[in-house]
C-alpha cells in the first residue's frame, strides 16, 4: 500500500549546473586542505628528527641537587606543560574579562 500524500514526481534527467565561482571556490577549499595536511606532516617529520638527534643524556640542575634525564624528555614535558598552563590561562582570563549574565551596564555617571 502506497501512502497517497507522496506524490511520485520524475527525478530530473539532468543534474543542476554548478556556477563556476561555486565550483573555483570548492576546489580552493581543498587545496586549503591539503596545504594544512602537507604542514603537518612536515611539522610532524621535523618533531621526530629533534627527538631522534637528542637522545642524549643531559644533566638538570635544581635548587635542591641534579638529575639526568633524555633531552628529548625534557623538551616533550617542556611542551606538555605550556600547552596546559596555556589553556589556564586562557580559561582564567575569560573568565575574569566576560561580561557578567544578567547585570544591567551602569549608567555614565554625571
Known sequence: MQDESQSSQPAPATEPVEPRSARLR????????????????????????LAVANTGQVQLSWVVGTSHASLVWIIVVAAVLGWLLGIVTSVVFRLRTRR?????P????S
Open 26 to 49: 570548492r576546489h580552493g577549499h581543498r587545496t586549503y586542505l591539503y596545504a594544512w595536511a602537507f604542514t603537518l606532516v612536515a611539522l610532524l617529520v621535523v618533531v621526530i628528527a
Open 100 to 104: 557578567r549574565r544578567g547585570s544591567e
Open 106 to 109: 551602569h549608567p555614565p555617571s
